[in-house]
Structure formats: structure tokens, C-alpha cells
């Protein structure tokens, strides 16, 4: 055991030893590669000396309270200096050969050195000491407590050092300083210290700082930037592609020269564009961030780095029973986020606004930071009131009284940034004192009497306002009209009906014929009012307006009925999937759309549709109309032919017409299938119209059974 | 001796013996000490954890950017390569069965799973770029097209569903199965009504000329939160909420004295019971007397200026229309709806997909982008969060016959594209790419989850603190899923 000890003593000298002869020639030292392993351990390794001599210098110190014999706590104080000696000797070691590796310099560093260094001198010292002159009953003992507590203290200052360098500077404070969050104020920043430079303090001052130095390279100040490392300057303004700083950052993550190295905190996309863009702008390091165009890459990339909304109040938050108490339904205040001291306010419903709703949020004016008036009935004693508001970001009073008697007060308002006067009475005066202030980011000037030239110049003038004016109708614009509306909808009318034509858009003339011609804006009658109708007519109708494209046509032939049959009957029912309202779809005169799903059409698919009508009374009967839906495309045809049955009862009928459509190449929707007959006194009336079976070759879906649909039977 | 040995063996028992007091007393510091860690929980005692109490703040978790949502919903499965995003390898392609390797073993549907082929089939329409971004666009888009400034086309969007309903549920609801609130319910529960004379989520629905696919109340429902989160339909017509105005022969005063003595009558029970669901039973009546005046006020369209109407075209004066929607879209968040929803059906090109495709286009392109126009005039599309899409993209083979002028398409869940605009997302990008057969994403894939977390994250929610429990466990709009898409923010 004896030997064992003298021979670590000796070892622990010999390092000691070894250390001072490293110093010396450290500058021609050449490390092997199985070294650099040893070194590449010393951050492992410095945690052993820490925690003994902490524990020595524990025991040292209240080893008396900690009720341990005296004489056990010597040998244990013993025990753990010669530990934290021995470990401390070879982090040292380790250390050196680690700084070996290059890339560590500035003061941070030498300090850390030194202080490590003298740290293992000073415990190596104490341990012989404390062998010496107090063993299991020396005396001195207040000589070897003072002696332990220096070495505390270097180790504290080589350990904060050491901290620095891994971490990089203020690292333990840091999150302490984060809570206050990153903010730009885009009007007064510069683009060097606000924006270049918060990123290269982040990602590259961990060791390009006057401290660590590593590569010669400090990126602390303007002039050790220029000046450049060992490998050259660092920048070469305008130029991207000579600029090793760029180069550096652009190199591949593994590249042994890539910067930040493989495992430090890379640069964001965003900040590597900034910093290229800056270079590439000339690398100029006083340019004002507001004397840049708004679309200028720089000035993007720090609106997409500093989110302008992400803002913090200098003002304490309302109390919570005020905030209450002001909200009506018409009245909404509400903090922009949970825990944000800021208000914003909505006003609603034209009818309950006073000036007094206004006056009553004086109590949180200092708070309100969004306010919203649109619509609003303002007068003047609102606009003073608004002066009082001092800390609005945003207002918007759209489609109110506001006109340039207003812009003195609102251009007064110091934090406004965005303002929305759209529809009101603002003119381009008015826009020129918004504008002069200076918080002022953006206005919105739709609808108002700014004219789009002066809009124009003044976005010139003031480059980092965003002026928007919106669609201005400048009759360039000339659309179709859309279609007039011709009521009612439905086709089918007894005695009399009243058709009423309309058209959306308002102004607009509509042009009308009965007579079948197509209407023009000429000749064709201009209607004024609703047209009675009592017999079968067609309309057609057209709108026109000054600036607009006339509209399409739109048609319908209201057909009239006459006899009303007592009840109406299908001897075969329809296709389960179009059975609308059963026989009684057959004359309850309504007419199916364009949809034959609609339910207003029966549909009956490869059967003939079989329906019986009786009357009360004897009916002379002249035309018969089949109002059927043609679309090819479905398989709906008309029928290949219709017979018609009629008589005074089912017994005693006689064929009373039999009628085969023609097909047409470009069929219209809908077909009335007019049918002559001379029937007279009719009780008794079978209509059978027959699909056809197949449809007939050169049309669609030839081969296959029709479909027919049928949604009226007029009789006249 | 023994005793010796008894006495130690009661002494150490009498060390091991605790007392009740003992093992309360050493509780309690075990209690403090987790009182202590529970401090580094934030939100471990406030409102938002649990089903209910959150009504109380109805706040947004931290600053928004967004205010309101419009929801343009292209019902059906608007064909992305029709639309924003171009594959000229499509064009050139034409025909010609689609590698095996680009399909692998993903799904079809039903539809084409049996098809022989799948023959690769380009746009019908031309594509071109436009603005400063240079977005693509599809000739069918042209008023879309000078807009994409203000855009930001997402092209990598991918959804788990490959059928419309389980499809469209997902998008709404962040669950295919359905019964789960709906995103305006969730944003109704979140931050509450802007403005109390008119429900925080609207939807307004509408038909085009393509084929269609139902839309029904349950994708506006409120799941299991409160009912006064359900979205209340707009119709085109002269009832726009139904069974909201007064029946024939009852006046306004009447029904002010009837809410009068039912509120009376209701408080009493409120004093009895103390059941908040009363009270807000009593609020919702008022409401509803106040949307007799602000429902009329709100869709009257007559006194829109007439460069208004040629901006949305006008069709926006004919209720029903998707282009009426958009304009009273634009009335509804003018006057504090947080969640406009609108659908719009007839986007389901199976056949025939040259010839609807344009029709349906014309009915909602101009509305579109003069909807954005509209908000970005007025100064609202920056609290404003517009998004347009459906509820996943076509197939790049043709489903049925194939014709140079004639082809179909099926649908596709592995890409789509959607744009948003305003609210904080960038203007004028376009983000996530899709391999050149536009078949799968090949860069920044956006899922629905995602694509949920970014909305709720524009409107100032956390997607992961936006709860309410339910049947033993807490609910989210994004299920256990979902990541802000950080990098379409402002």
C-alpha cells in the first residue's frame, strides 16, 4: 500500500513536472494523433477535481461540525486532495494537448489556462503540505484552511473561464436576459448593429471574440472584421463570392473549414440570406434600415426575423372588472391575448353609437392598442376624444363621416401604424399630413377622393408607408350582365298569370318581346311593370346597362290550360328513383327544372308512360300538350310516339290523335309536345306515349331503351 | 443477554413504528414539494385544460395575427393539376401508363383500382406564371392568377381520407368518423363571439355546375362542445336564418315582453338551480333577438356601390351564388364572424373533367380573388385568414376513356394544392413541391393536422393547449398531431 502511494506521489510530482516543460515548449510541440484522444477527454476529466476539492475543502472546513473524528476527517481531507491533485494534473495535462488541436486563443482562454494550471501547482503544493506539517496530528492547520480556500477560488474562476469557452459568454445569465423578447423598430434600426450584428454576436463571437480568437479571427467590432484572421480578410464588400465569410458559412457541414462547425448552432436560411444580402449590398456598416425600398431583400428578411407584431407594452393592464363592465353588445373590449396587458375595441351596430360609447373606454386609453369605428355615425367631439388614445397601433374607421379635419388629430397619434380610412371623405391633402407621421406604416385609402396619380407620388415620397388603394373602377372593366330573371318559374298557368321580369343588378333597363322576336336594345318594348298574361306566351328578355356587356337572353313560353281534369291517374308507375309527386305531377302546374332529379319530373325508362284523365263534365278538347325533358346525353328523349285515347269512359274510346315527335340534332331542354286533336265531349282521356326502343343509330346511346320525363299535361 | 437483544429489538421497532401524525407531517412536505414542482407546470391550474371552464376567457393563448377565418371550400377535390400545380412531364407523358415506381403499393379507390392502365394525362389548360412571385396558374384562374401576390399556394398538402365524406369530415372536424366539432366550433370555443348580435361561425353553401358531393349539417356541428358553438347556416333567399324571423302576427314588441318574461322565468330557475347552462340558454335567446336586426342588416346587399359588384362580378347579387357568399363573406367578418365557412359544391371530375372544370372555375374565380381584393382594400386581410381549397387533389391518369379533349380524373390524397392569404401568412410563396409526375410530395409536406395546427396558431391558439374533455379524455382539433407550418408565416 506504502509503495503504492509513494509511487502516485512520485508519478504526481512527475507530472507536475511534465507540465512545466509543456509550457515551455508548447510552441513546437507536435501532438500524435492517440494524444489528441487524451485531450479531446478534458472536459470528462475536469469534473473529478471540482467535486473533491470541494469535498476537501467541506471536511476541511466543517469537518468538526459534521461530528467526524478528527483524525478520520485528516486522512479522508488527505485522501481527496491527493484525488483532486492527481485528476487535476491531468486535466491539465489533457487540457494542454486539447489547446494543441489550435483554434484556441484570446484572453478567455489564457485565462482559463493559467488558472488551471495554477490550480494543480496549488493543490499538488497543499497535498505535501498537508503531509508535512499536519498529518494525523500536525499543527498549522489555518494556514493549509486558507491555502485550500484559494485554491477554491481558482478553480471557480478557472471553471467559469473553461464555461465560457465550451458555451460561450454570459451563457448561465442567458435565460434570464431571452424573456425580454428580440424587437426592431424598423424606423430608427441600421442594418449593420440591429440586424448583421445580433447574429454574428449569436452564432460566431462563441469564438471569434476578442476573448477566443479562434483563427485569428474577431467579428467583435467593425474594425477586426475588416482586418480579417489568419486565413485573410473576412469580408470584401459587394463581393458574395470573394468574401471568406460567406465562403465559410456556404461550405459543407462537414467540411473541415465549415462555419459554424458541425455541432455548434447554425445560422437560420434566413439569416444566412441577411448576411449575404448585406455583403452583396456593399457591406456598408451605418445604412439606416428606412432608407431601403420596401421590397428590398434586407428589408424582408428582417421583417420575416422580427415579427412586428410580437410586441411588448411599457403599460400595466386595465383592471379586469373595468374591462368587463364596458362590454355590451355593441361595445366589444377585449385584451389582445391572455396575459397582455393591450386592449382592443369593436364598436357595432350604427343605431346604439353616441359619443358617449367612446368617452366611457377613457379609463383604458392608455390600454387600447386596436380600435375599430367602422361604420359608425363620428362627429367632432369623437375626434378629440380619439386624441386621447395615445398608445393606438391600429385604427380603422372605414365608411364614417372622417375627413381631412380629422388627419391633424390622427397623425398626432405617436405609436399609430396602421390606419384604414377607407370610404370616407378623405382627400389626397388629408393623406399628405397622415403621412407625415412618422410612426405611420401603413393607410388604406379605398373608395375615398385620393386620386390614383397623387397615390402615386406620395408612395414615392414616403417609400416605407404601404399606401393601398385598392380596385378603382377605372371603366376599363366591362363584364357580361348576368341573366334577368323572368317569375314565375313555373311554365304552367290556368286562367291568367302575372309575370313580373327582374334583373340583380340594379339600373339595369330590360328589353322584352311577346311576339317572338329576338329583343334589342331598339325596338324591343322597355319594361316598366308586370305584365298580365292570359294566354300561352312567350317572353323574351334581355338587360342592358351603360359600362356592361348586354346580358344573355332568357325565354319562357307560359303555356296556358284550360279544363281541369277531375283526376289524373298512371296505369304503370314511373322509375322509382323519379316518381315526384305521383300522377298528380301530371297537372298541378308546376314545371320541372334543369335537373330531372329535381323531383318535379317522372321519369320512366324503357316503359311507355299510360296516364288517364277524367273529367266531370264533357270537355271539347282541341290540343293536347306533353311538356317531356330531352337530354341525349341521359338517355332522355322524347317519345317515339304518342296516341291518343279519349271518350265519355275507359269502355268506349276511340284513338283521338296519334303523333310522333322529330328528333333534333341540338335539342333544347325541354319540349312541348303539342299535340291537334277533335275531341268532343270527353270524359274519358288516355295519353300513351311510347319511348324509343333502342334509340335510333347517328344519336347518343343508340342501341339503348329512352328514358322519357314528363312533368305537365295541358289540355286546351 | 436476551434482554438486551429484546430491548434493541423494541427500540429499532419503535423507530420503524410511524404514528399517524408522523406520516401526515412528512406527507405534507412530500405535498409542498410537489405544490413546489407543479410550478414549473404553466398551465397545470389554469382554465385551459378542462371541458367548460374555458368559456370564462375565451382569450387568445398569446398575440394573433388573425382575427377571423373565411374558408372557401371547393367541395368535390379541385384537380391541383388543373389549377396551381403545373407538370408539363404530364403533357409530354400523355397516354402513357404511370410508372409503377411513382405509385408503389398506395391506395385507389374503388373507382380505378380496376382499370387496366393508368394512363398519365396532362392539363387540358395552359399554365403561365404570374406577379413578382411567379406562381403558376391555370388559364381557368384568371382573376386568381393577378392575385398571387397576396397568395400563398401550398402545393404539398395531404389529407389520410380518399373518399368525400371521410375526406371533407377530416378537413372540418380533424377526424374522419365524424361527431367531432367542427374548426369554427373549435374557434367559436377558443376565442368566443366578436361581435354577440351574430354567431361566431357561419356557414353559407352553394352549388356549381360540376358534378357535386353533399355537403350536410354535421361538418358545421358542434361535436361535444355547447351548442351555441354549431354553425349557423346562411341561405340565399328572403329567410337567410330560418325560424329566425317573428311568425306572421306576432310584432317586435310582443316578442321583446315574451324573451322578458321567459328570462324572468328562466333566473328564477337560474336561483334554484344555479345551472349555468340556464343563463346561457337565456343569452341565446337575446341573441337571437338581436340577429332579428343585424341578420337583415347584414345580407342586405342593395346598397353595394356598383364598382363593388363588378369586382365580384354580378352574380354576387344573386343569393345562392358562391359569388353572393363571398361578398356577404366579407359583410359577415366586417362585422366580427370569426369562422365563415363557405362550400362550394360540383368539384368531383371523374369524366368530362376539360369541360366542368372551366364552368366551375368561372363561378368562383372572380369571387375569389375579388374577395381578397375586397379585404386587403378595406384594411382587413391582415386580421383576415382566407383559405381555398378542397378536400384532396386528382390523379395524374385519366380515369375512363382518355381523349386529348376529353379525360377524368380520380381522386388523389397524397398532394393537393390550397392557397391561404392575409392573417399573417406569406404573401406571394409558394410552398412544398411535388415530384414531376404529380404524384407524391418531394418537399415540405403539409398534412391536415398541420395544416389545423397553423390556422389555430394564426388566431393566436396553441393547437396543443386548445382542449376540452370529454368522455374520460381531452380532445384536440389535431387529434394527438399536427406542427405549425413556420415557415408560410410572416
Given at each position: 500500500m506504502k509503495i503504492i502511494h509513494s509511487l502516485l506521489l512520485n508519478l504526481l510530482i512527475g507530472l507536475v513536472v511534465f507540465i512545466l516543460f509543456f509550457l515551455v515548449f508548447e510552441r513546437i510541440i507536435v501532438i500524435p494523433p492517440v494524444l489528441q484522444v487524451v485531450g479531446r477527454a478534458h472536459p470528462l476529466l475536469l469534473h473529478f477535481p471540482i467535486v473533491l476539492l470541494l469535498l476537501a475543502w467541506l471536511l476541511t472546513c466543517f469537518g468538526n461540525r459534521l461530528a467526524v473524528l478528527p483524525p478520520v476527517a485528516s486522512r479522508m481531507v488527505y485522501g481527496l486532495l491527493f484525488a483532486s491533485a492527481w485528476t487535476a494534473a491531468i486535466t491539465v495535462v489533457a487540457g494542454l494537448l486539447l489547446a494543441q488541436e489550435g483554434g484556441y486563443e484570446g484572453s478567455g482562454f489564457q485565462w482559463h489556462k493559467w488558472m488551471g494550471v495554477a490550480l494543480c501547482f496549488l493543490s499538488t503544493l497543499l497535498l505535501v503540505y498537508h503531509r508535512r506539517a499536519?498529518?494525523?496530528?500536525?499543527?498549522?492547520r489555518l494556514l493549509f484552511r486558507v491555502g485550500l480556500s484559494i485554491s477554491l477560488v481558482v478553480l471557480v474562476v478557472a471553471g467559469h473561464f473553461g464555461a465560457a469557452l465550451t458555451h460561450g459568454e454570459d451563457y448561465l445569465f442567458e435565460p434570464l436576459r431571452q424573456k425580454q423578447q428580440k424587437t426592431l423598430d424598423f424606423a430608427t434600426?441600421?442594418?449593420?448593429?440591429?440586424?448583421?450584428y445580433p447574429i454574428l454576436e449569436a452564432?460566431?463571437?462563441?469564438?471569434?471574440?476578442?476573448s477566443k480568437a479562434k483563427g485569428?479571427?474577431?467579428?467583435?467590432?467593425t474594425a477586426s472584421l475588416l482586418q480579417g484572421g489568419e486565413s485573410g480578410p473576412a469580408l470584401v464588400k459587394g463581393s458574395v463570392a470573394e468574401s471568406l465569410l460567406i465562403e465559410r458559412l456556404l461550405l459543407?457541414?462537414?467540411?473541415?473549414?465549415?462555419?459554424?462547425?458541425?455541432?455548434k448552432p447554425q445560422l437560420t436560411p434566413e439569416e444566412l440570406a441577411l448576411i449575404n444580402a448585406w455583403v452583396a449590398s456593399g457591406?456598408?456598416?451605418?445604412?439606416?434600415?428606412?432608407?431601403?425600398?420596401?421590397?428590398?431583400t434586407i428589408r424582408q428578411l428582417a421583417a420575416a426575423l422580427y415579427p412586428v407584431s410580437e410586441e411588448t407594452y411599457d403599460f400595466p393592464a386595465a383592471d379586469v372588472e373595468v374591462i368587463k363592465s364596458l362590454n355590451t353588445p355593441y361595445r366589444v373590449v377585449r385584451p389582445?391575448?391572455?396575459?397582455?396587458p393591450a386592449l382592443s375595441v369593436i364598436f357595432f351596430g350604427k343605431a346604439s353609437y353616441s359619443t358617449q360609447s367612446l368617452q366611457a373606454l377613457k379609463q383604458v386609453s392608455r390600454q387600447i392598442v386596436s380600435l375599430t369605428l367602422s361604420g359608425m355615425p363620428l362627429s367632432a367631439s369623437d375626434r378629440d376624444l380619439l386624441?386621447?388614445?395615445?398608445?393606438?397601433r391600429e385604427l380603422t374607421v372605414n365608411?364614417?363621416?372622417?375627413?381631412?379635419?380629422?388627419c391633424d388629430v390622427l397623425s398626432r397619434?405617436?405609436?399609430?401604424?396602421t390606419l384604414s380610412v377607407s370610404?370616407?371623405?378623405?382627400t389626397e391633402e388629408g393623406l399628405g399630413i397622415l403621412l407625415a407621421?412618422?410612426?405611420?406604416r401603413a393607410v388604406y385609402v379605398w373608395n375615398?377622393?385620393?386620386?390614383a396619380a397623387a397615390v402615386a407620388q406620395l408612395r414615392q415620397q414616403h417609400a416605407h408607408v404601404r399606401i393601398e388603394q385598392g380596385y378603382?373602377?377605372?371603366?376599363?372593366t366591362v363584364l357580361p350582365l348576368n341573366d334577368p330573371v323572368i317569375a314565375p318559374v313555373s311554365k304552367f298557368f290556368r286562367d291568367s298569370l302575372v309575370v313580373t321580369l327582374s334583373h340583380p343588378v340594379p339600373g339595369v333597363e330590360l328589353r322584352y318581346t311577346i311576339d317572338g322576336s329576338e329583343p334589342d336594345s331598339l325596338r324591343s318594348l322597355i319594361y316598366r311593370s308586370p305584365l298580365p298574361v292570359s294566354e300561352t306566351t312567350s317572353i323574351r328578355v334581355r338587360g342592358y346597362k351603360s359600362g356592361w356587356i348586354s346580358s344573355r337572353e332568357m325565354a319562357r313560353t307560359f303555356h296556358r290550360t284550360g279544363a281541369e281534369p277531375s283526376s289524373v291517374a298512371l296505369l304503370a308507375p314511373p322509375n322509382p328513383r323519379y316518381k315526384?309527386?305521383?300522377?298528380h305531377a301530371l297537372h298541378d302546374l308546376e314545371s320541372g327544372g334543369s335537373?330531372?332529379?329535381?323531383?318535379k319530373w317522372l321519369g320512366f325508362h324503357g316503359e311507355p308512360v299510360t296516364a288517364v284523365l277524367s273529367f266531370d263534365k264533357a270537355t271539347d278538347i282541341h290540343t293536347i300538350g306533353i311538356s317531356v325533358k330531352q337530354d341525349y346525353g341521359r338517355h332522355?328523349?322524347?317519345?317515339?310516339e304518342v296516341d291518343l285515347w279519349g271518350g265519355t269512359d275507359s269502355t268506349d274510346t276511340r284513338l283521338l290523335a296519334q303523333f310522333r315527335p322529330e328528333l333534333s340534332?341540338?335539342?333544347?331542354?325541354t319540349l312541348m309536345l303539342e299535340i291537334p286533336v277533335a275531341g268532343h265531349n270527353v270524359r274519358y282521356l288516355r295519353v300513351e306515349a311510347k319511348p324509343f326502343?333502342?334509340?335510333?343509330?347517328?344519336?347518343?346511346?343508340?342501341g339503348n331503351p329512352a328514358w322519357i320525363f314528363v312533368d305537365e299535361i295541358i289540355i286546351r | 443477554m436476551k434482554k438486551d437483544k429484546m430491548i434493541a429489538k423494541e427500540v429499532e421497532q419503535a423507530r420503524l413504528y410511524q404514528n399517524r401524525r408522523q406520516f401526515l407531517s412528512r406527507l405534507s412536505v412530500g405535498i409542498g414539494s410537489a405544490a413546489l414542482g407543479s410550478l414549473?407546470?404553466?398551465?397545470?391550474?389554469?382554465?385551459?385544460?378542462?371541458?367548460?371552464?374555458r368559456a370564462a376567457s375565451m382569450l387568445p393563448h398569446f398575440a394573433p395575427k388573425a382575427k377571423r377565418v373565411i374558408y372557401l371550400f371547393q367541395s368535390g377535390g379541385v384537380s391541383q393539376l388543373e389549377s396551381?400545380?403545373?407538370?408539363?412531364k404530364l403533357r409530354e407523358m400523355?397516354?402513357?401508363?404511370?410508372?409503377e415506381s411513382v405509385r408503389g403499393s398506395q391506395r385507389l379507390t374503388g373507382m380505378t383500382a380496376g382499370q387496366e392502365t393508368f394512363p398519365l394525362v396532362g392539363s387540358y389548360y395552359d399554365f403561365a406564371q404570374y406577379g413578382k412571385s411567379g406562381a403558376w396558374v391555370s388559364s381557368v384562374f384568371p382573376h386568381m392568377a393577378k392575385m398571387v401576390d397576396d397568395l400563398c399556394i401550398i402545393r404539398s398538402l395531404h389529407t389520410?381520407?380518399?373518399?368525400?365524406d371521410p375526406a371533407i369530415t377530416f378537413f372540418q372536424t380533424?377526424?374522419?368518423?365524424?361527431n367531432r366539432p367542427s374548426m369554427g366550433a373549435w374557434l367559436s370555443y377558443g376565442l368566443?363571439?366578436?361581435?354577440?348580435?351574430?354567431?361566431?361561425f357561419c356557414v353559407l353553401v352553394s352549388k356549381g355546375r360540376g358534378n357535386g358531393q353533399g355537403v350536410y349539417a354535421k361538418l358545421w356541428t358542434n361535436g361535444f362542445l355547447d351548442s351555441v358553438h354549431q354553425g349557423v347556416q346562411f341561405m340565399g333567399g328572403?329567410?337567410?336564418?330560418?325560424?329566425?324571423n317573428d311568425p306572421p302576427g306576432t310584432d317586435r314588441m310582443s316578442r321583446r315582453a315574451l324573451f322578458d318574461k321567459l328570462a324572468e322565468l328562466n333566473n328564477l330557475h337560474f336561483d334554484a338551480f344555479g345551472d349555468p347552462e340556464i343563463t346561457a340558454k337565456v343569452q341565446q335567446y337575446e341573441m337571437a333577438y338581436r340577429m332579428q336586426t343585424s341578420v337583415p342588416e347584414v345580407t342586405?346587399?342593395?346598397?353595394?356601390?356598383d364598382h363593388i359588384i363588378k369586382l365580384y362580378g354580378?352574380?354576387?347579387?344573386?343569393?345562392?351564388?358562391y359569388a353572393a357568399n363571398c361578398l356577404l363573406a366579407r359583410k359577415l367578418t366586417e362585422n366580427g364572424v370569426r369562422f365563415v365557412q363557405l362550400y362550394h359544391q360540383?368539384?368531383?371530375?371523374?369524366?368530362s373533367l376539360p369541360g366542368q372544370m372551366a364552368m366551375q372555375a368561372k363561378d368562383v374565380d372572380q369571387a375569389s380573388a375579388a374577395l381578397v381584393a375586397d379585404l386587403k382594400q378595406r384594411g382587413l386581410l391582415d386580421e383576415t385568414l382566407v383559405i381555398w381549397g378542397g378536400e384532396f387533389g386528382r390523379t395524374n391518369y385519366c380515369q375512363g376513356r382518355l381523349a386529348h379533349d376529353n379525360y377524368g380524373r380520380d381522386h388523389h390524397p397524397r398532394c393537393f394544392s390550397v392557397w391561404m392569404a392575409g392573417g399573417g401568412v406569406k404573401p406571394g410563396m409558394v410552398y412544398g413541391e411535388t415530384d414531376e409526375f404529380g404524384?407524391?410530395?418531394?418537399?415540405d409536406p403539409v398534412h391536415v393536422h398541420d395544416f389545423h395546427a397553423t390556422i389555430l396558431h394564426q388566431l393566436g391558439l396553441d393547437h396543443e393547449k386548445l382542449t376540452y374533455r370529454h368522455l374520460g379524455r381531452r380532445y384536440r382539433l389535431t387529434d394527438v398531431a399536427g406542427t405549425v407550418v413556420k415557415d408560410i408565416l410572416v
Open positions: 499536519i498529518g494525523p496530528t500536525g499543527r498549522y434600426a441600421a442594418v449593420f448593429p440591429d440586424l448583421v452564432k460566431c463571437l462563441n469564438c471569434h471574440s476578442n485569428g479571427l474577431v467579428l467583435a467590432d459543407d457541414l462537414d467540411h473541415e473549414h465549415r462555419m459554424p462547425p458541425k455541432g457591406a456598408d456598416f451605418n445604412t439606416p434600415l428606412a432608407a431601403l425600398p420596401m421590397d428590398d389582445i391575448a391572455q396575459s397582455s386624441a386621447t388614445f395615445t398608445n393606438l365608411n364614417t363621416e372622417v375627413d381631412d379635419a380629422w397619434l405617436p405609436k399609430l401604424h370610404s370616407t371623405a378623405i407621421a412618422p410612426s405611420l375615398t377622393a385620393v386620386a378603382v373602377d377605372s371603366g376599363e315526384a309527386r305521383g300522377a335537373n330531372h332529379a329535381d323531383g332522355i328523349y322524347p317519345p317515339q340534332t341540338g335539342p333544347s331542354p326502343l333502342p334509340i335510333p343509330t347517328g344519336y347518343p346511346a343508340a | 414549473l407546470i404553466p398551465d397545470l391550474f389554469s382554465s385551459g385544460g378542462t371541458g367548460g371552464d396551381f400545380d403545373a407538370k408539363p400523355m397516354g402513357q401508363d404511370l410508372p389520410d381520407a380518399i373518399n368525400h380533424g377526424a374522419q368518423q365524424g368566443g363571439s366578436e361581435n354577440q348580435n351574430l354567431p361566431a328572403p329567410d337567410p336564418v330560418l325560424y329566425l342586405d346587399l342593395s346598397n353595394e356601390p354580378p352574380d354576387c347579387l344573386v343569393p345562392g351564388t360540383g368539384w368531383d371530375q371523374h369524366d404524384y407524391n410530395i418531394v418537399k
